[in-house]
């Protein structure tokens, strides 16, 4: 639970690998924030506490979870939040299915996520649940625009340390493919709305035969507001994704899909659905009925597919023998055989896509060895930025770390902005007809006709939080006299509005001659050449491209996008202190499960926390807050430069160790300052002590690993369990409390 007690900074309690290293890294922050008199409180975000909260009337008062994600919503709109925020799950449907099942095991009354919903009663369970799914907490979090970019320190160690990079071959036959028509980039229709038709709006579905049905009412548009539709054609998704099944196997590589199934919760397990489908187009056609009978949903993935048909051996041949025909598959894990297709939460395109470009193109196929891959992105939205990174790559080879620059990034996000199909206006086309907008004065704002089975959707983008990402990019550029692109596209509709928004702010502001306004395409090749070239970009982008950007560029510059420093200055006067990427998070739990040794690196945490306590120094006028901050960035510098971060192979040191060499060196900078003696003199002995305990702790750290451990559940672990595995040693916890 939340602690109840008024916090200066909070620390999210998230999923996974973030969570588990906040285990041993939590209790060193509240000790050396103790001395300087900060108390650190924390808010449970994670999915299951937004399961728990979500069903309180099933739970008894001792399992009764609070609605910590509503009320760190409320408090980011406040001048005095300082929060601290972990990568948490952007939950999938086999995910979310997969924690309610463990919840229900530990005891917890949860009701069954309803796939097929037919009762009213079952309608409204699956939409308690739906409001909790995929990417729900960041459009209730953040209530400011994005400013990510690569930490001094870890942009330097980079360049002094740098990692391996994949070698590009000019005959590669990576490609990427996406649909030349009928997607979401070609459909899309935007409009910015006037004071007449701002209020309530509803989306209705008008059938062949006139028959109207309301999918969403009172849906609230205010003015100025971009409102923007579009939809992905079913019939022609299922073509093309045919068309490169069979262009994948006439080329001898690998069919690989990339899609975002977490966050844009209803559209992509959708088209990964269909990738399911077309790939095992000849069983689906001859045991479709029996299949359905077992449950078989193609959007859970092949997995799914195959553990509900597994006892069927008629189903299992033809499986086999299709798979047989098939192209080789980017695989998951090879050892294991999980391919590309088994769960759409494994393949993340913003993840997936820049570790492959940074292994030269390669992925790996179910031979265990890497290869040249097709990657099918079946949007043009965004495919692009890939496809032009490959052509870069092929033509002049793999960016060097030591010399290349950087690609900032300023990212339109507050107030919901643009959320990409990870909303309620996003619908599987029931039957041919029309989906329009329907706006408070009658207007039909946007009209399109579909067809039975096609995703239309919805996204906006308020004019407050526009004029605010377009200011603060502004001064962005004005701080660091870089070159600025916004990357928006003028031939596409929403991009076309927010265009007419730029234009103007630039020109009121006189620094039109210092932005370039480029399609994604153009500001992929411009950003490259700039920072190949040794020199910084800023690239300005929507919430997407955000996304998918403060991956592909850390990763390639950095080798990672954990490290990555991402603050979002909250409109109302806050702060939100972002700690990096957590695509790999799984694979980390696995390996701590199997041998105790977590791999899972917290710079995006020091760097997050030193940033959060330098604001709360400016904000608050506390000097100690600032001392703290300063020093936290002293052995940020410390780990990076010793190489004190986590190996990734067992019996070496993991992230625990990491943890420990923080606390030293933050100790030993507090107490070597002299902004401070009371914090000098409180620091001096935990300093020595940590010195002269070095190696009885790294002892204890490393005797626990190559053995497995329970934790007492994956997505609602045993607290006390997870605390006894991730502080291991005795010395340590003495010192550090």
């Known amino acids: 639970m939340a602690d109840s007690s008024k916090p200066d900074i909070l620390y999210t309690i998230v999923d996974e690998a973030p969570e588990l290293a906040s285990a041993s890294l939590l209790p060193i922050i509240r000790t050396f924030a103790g001395a300087a008199g900060i108390n650190v409180g924390t808010k449970d975000i994670s999915l299951a506490a937004r399961i728990l909260a979500t069903f309180p009337e099933k739970l008894t008062e001792a399992q009764r979870q609070s609605n910590d994600l509503a009320e760190l919503g409320e408090l980011v709109k406040s001048p005095d939040a300082n929060v601290i925020k972990l990568p948490n799950i952007s939950a999938s449907v086999p995910q979310l299915t997969a924690a309610v099942k463990e919840l229900q095991a530990q005891g917890y009354d949860i009701p069954d996520y309803p796939e097929t919903p037919t009762t009213d009663a079952e309608k409204a369970v699956r939409a308690r649940f739906d409001a909790i799914k995929g990417s729900a907490v960041n459009p209730v979090l953040r209530e400011g625009n994005s400013d990510r970019r690569a930490a001094k320190a870890v942009k330097s160690y980079a360049q002094n340390n740098p990692h391996r990079m994949g070698a590009w071959a000019s005959d590669s036959k990576t490609h990427v493919s996406s649909m030349s028509g009928n997607d979401f980039y070609s459909n899309e229709v935007a409009a910015t709305l006037t004071a007449d038709q701002a209020g309530p709006a509803k989306i209705e579905f008008v059938g062949k035969d006139g028959t109207t049905t309301v999918l969403k009412d009172n849906w609230p548009l205010i003015e100025g507001e971009v409102v923007d539709a579009t939809f992905m054609s079913a019939k022609a998704l299922d073509a093309f994704l045919t068309d490169q099944i069979e262009a994948t196997k006439k080329d001898g590589i690998l069919f690989s899909i990339h899609l975002k199934a977490t966050m844009m919760k209803v559209s992509d397990p959708i088209i990964f659905g269909h990738a399911v489908k077309a790939w095992l187009a000849p069983v689906f056609e001859k045991f479709g009925d029996e299949m359905a009978a077992l449950g078989v949903n193609p959007n859970s993935g092949l997995g799914d597919v195959l553990e509900r048909v597994k006892g069927n051996a008629e189903i299992m041949a033809a499986i086999e023998a299709c798979t047989a025909e098939r192209p080789a598959m980017f695989m998951v894990n090879s050892d294991k055989g999980i391919t590309n297709l088994h769960v759409p939460s494994d393949v993340i395109i913003d993840a997936s896509m820049p570790a492959l470009i940074r292994a030269g193109g390669k992925g790996w196929g179910p031979d265990g060895k890497e290869g040249d891959s097709n990657c099918v992105i079946p949007d043009d939205c965004y495919a692009p930025i890939y496809d032009e990174a490959i052509n870069f790559f092929k033509a002049n080879g793999a960016l060097n770390p030591t010399t290349v620059g950087t690609v900032q990034n300023v ?327």
């Open 411 to 737: 990212g339109l996000m507050a107030q919901k902005a643009e959320e990409y199909g990870s909303h309620p206006t996003t619908f599987e086309v029931p039957a041919d007809g029309t989906i329009r907008i329907v706006l408070a004065n009658g207007d039909v704002l946007h009209a399109l006709d579909v067809e039975a089975g096609d995703i239309w959707r919805a996204s906006t983008a308020k004019k407050a939080p526009i004029e605010n990402w377009i200011q603060l990019a502004i001064d962005r550029q004005r701080l660091t006299g870089v070159q600025a692109i916004f990357w928006l596209d003028e031939n596409r509709g929403h991009d076309a509005e927010v265009i007419k928004y730029v234009k103007a702010a630039l020109d009121a502001a006189g620094v039109a001659d210092k932005f370039a306004i480029m399609a994604p395409r153009e500001a992929t090749r411009a950003s490259l050449e700039t920072i190949t070239a040794g020199k910084d970009s800023i690239a300005i982008t929507g919430n997407v491209l955000r996304d998918y950007l403060t991956d592909l560029f850390p990763i390639l510059e950095l080798g990672t996008s954990a490290k990555m420093l991402s603050i979002v200055k909250l409109m109302n006067g806050g702060g939100m202190f972002e700690t990096g990427a957590g695509g790999s998070a799984p694979k980390h739990v696995q390996q701590l499960l199997e041998e105790n040794h977590l791999r899972w690196d917290s710079t995006g945490e020091f760097c997050a926390l030193s940033e959060s306590l330098n604001f709360l120094a400016d904000v608050r006028g506390n000097a100690k807050a600032a001392v703290l901050g300063a020093a936290a960035e002293v052995a940020t510098q410390g780990i990076l430069d010793q190489g004190r971060s986590p190996s990734r192979k067992v019996g070496e040191p993991d992230n625990r160790a990491s943890h420990y060499w923080f606390a030293r060196y933050w100790a030993e900078a507090l107490a070597a300052q002299q902004d401070d003696a009371d914090l000098a003199a409180h620091f001096k002995p935990i300093a020595e002590a940590l010195a002269a305990k070095e190696t009885e702790i790294l002892d204890q750290l490393a005797a626990v690993q190559g053995k497995p451990v329970d934790l007492g559940g994956y997505y609602h672990a045993d607290r006390a369990r997870t605390a006894e595995v991730m502080r291991p040693s005795a010395a340590l916890n003495a010192i550090i409390g």
